[in-house]
Structures are given as structure tokens and as C-alpha cells.
């Protein structure tokens, strides 16, 4: 089964908070078999269910040991949305 994730993290008081934010970008692009998406708003990940899930949710909890505080806006949306979104 696929999923469709959109995600959005605001490190709170951090002055750094973009370098935050694409270290978890560029730790969710690591993984084989995920397709990551970023743009101005959100990053969105793309593949399997369990892969997915698991990997975001690792990061997540990253996130939240590393840092003082942040907030994660996240959607979880059953199937594969990059290419419905691609043929439109």
C-alpha cells in the first residue's frame, strides 16, 4: 500500500531553524525508496506505507530529542498523490 505524506516543521526559538529544517529534509531523502518533494510551504514524502511512516516518524522523534522545541504540522493521506498531482 502506498501513502502520501505532507509535513511541515517549525523549530521554535532557534536561530538556526532553516539549517534544522533541511537537515530533516536531506535525512528523509536518504532513504531508498522514498520520493521527497519540498517546496515553500511543506515537504511531501511519497512511497511505501510502512517505509514511509516509519522513517517520518524516526525523524520526528529526532527532531524532538535534538531540539528544545518544534512543532510538526503533518498530513497522512492513503495512496500515491505525486502522480495524480503529475497527470493533472
Known amino acids: 500500500m502506498k501513502i502520501s505524506i505532507e509535513l511541515s516543521l517549525y523549530p521554535l526559538a532557534m536561530d538556526n531553524f532553516k539549517t534544522e529544517i533541511w537537515a ?6 536518504q532513504v531508498e525508496g522514498l520520493n521527497v ?6 515537504t511531501q514524502v511519497f512511497g511505501d506505507y510502512d517505509l ?10 529526532h527532531v524532538h530529542t535534538t531540539t528544545n522545541s518544534a512543532v510538526f504540522v503533518c498530513k497522512f493521506i492513503n495512496g500515491e498523490l505525486s502522480q495524480v498531482e503529475a497527470e493533472s
Do not use: W
Open 24 to 29: 530533516f529534509i536531506k535525512r528523509l531523502r
Open 37 to 42: 518533494v519540498t517546496n515553500g510551504m511543506s
Open 52 to 61: 514511509a511512516v516509519e522513517n517520518v516518524m524516526r525523524e520526528i522523534k
